[in-house]
């Protein structure tokens, strides 16, 4: 079996989001600093006149997203009705020509999942984002990724802190 077959939908994805419509996903094939895939005209076309040309996995994770509309949807609402800044953020970045993101944190979602131990996703995130906030440090270009990182190492050692 070769890795690419063990990733998640996400991750085989990229630089595709089925998070975003098909034709507006032409920005996301911008290479960026320290991307290493082949962009010379040798390279097999992927996205062509708003189209994705081999979209196997963009179409599987799509269905996922789907699958689990039943349980973002509401926890979406939720998020909403507690969080009365987070529906002014999203209307702001709505009146953006490109859109925008506003980051939530993954914890919150975690308890309304079925079967699934916060405080084991917990005990393997946080050495993640420690380690990924540690590479991140001193690069300026990665500050954004770095800011990340560091707040979800905080946000999983908080999970870790009040485990029972």
């Known amino acids: 079996m070769l890795i690419h077959e063990t990733k998640p939908h996400r991750c085989r994805t990229m630089p595709f989001s089925a998070y975003r419509d098909e034709a507006d996903q032409d920005d996301l ?14 390279s097999p076309v992927v996205y062509r006149d708003k189209d994705i040309i081999v979209r196997d996995d963009f179409d599987a994770e799509r269905d996922c997203l789907v699958h689990d509309a039943a349980i973002l949807k509401p926890y979406g609402e ?7 800044s987070l529906d002014m953020e999203l209307r702001k970045i709505a009146l953006k020509p490109r859109g925008g993101r506003v980051l939530v944190a993954f914890s919150t979602l975690i308890p309304k999942l079925p079967n699934v131990d916060i405080y084991e996703i917990a005990e393997k995130q946080f050495p993640v984002m ?4 540690a590479r991140t440090a001193d690069d300026p270009a990665l500050s954004e990724y770095h800011q990340r990182y560091v707040e ?4 999983w050692k908080t999970v870790l802190s009040v485990r029972p």
């Open 78 to 84: 939720w998020l909403l009705q507690s969080a009365p």
């Open 130 to 133: 420690t380690a990924f906030a």
């Open 29 to 42: 094939l911008i290479p960026r600093p320290g991307w290493t895939c082949d962009t010379s005209d040798e």
């Open 152 to 155: 979800g190492a905080a946000e």
